[in-house]
Nanobody, 114 residues
């Protein structure tokens, strides 16, 4: 059974940084893409950043220049370096790994105080 586990969430003041990590395990295959999504209170889940098994990465406009996504394809891990955090970044962040179907983590809370 494939599982995805996130870590690194927490409480930080505006302007601070956090690094989220995610590891997918239980599959002999590399994920074709991995990424991060978030869901803020009262809002639907939205894309934060994704990265393919190649070099293609994309970001939500709201995080460009502040967040950086990286991955280790062989280990099926993905990280999200979050700099210059803003209160509007507060959300539950979910890791996604795409194999033949999408596998989701349980989420990790990121709270940014003003």
């Amino acid at each position: 059974q494939v599982r995805v586990v996130e870590s690194g969430g927490g409480l930080v003041q505006a302007g601070g940084s956090l690094r989220l990590s995610c590891a997918a395990s239980g599959s002999p295959n590399s994920a074709s893409a991995m990424g991060w999504y978030r869901q803020a209170p009262g809002k639907q889940r939205e894309l934060v950043a994704t990265i393919t098994s190649g070099t293609s990465a994309n970001y939500a406009a709201s995080v460009k220049g502040r967040f950086t996504i990286s991955r280790d394809n062989g280990k099926n891990t993905v990280n999200l370096q979050m700099n210059n955090l803003k209160p509007e970044d507060t959300a539950v962040y979910y890791c996604n790994a795409r194999f033949y179907f999408d596998v989701w983590g349980q989420g990790t809370q990121v709270t940014v105080s003003s």
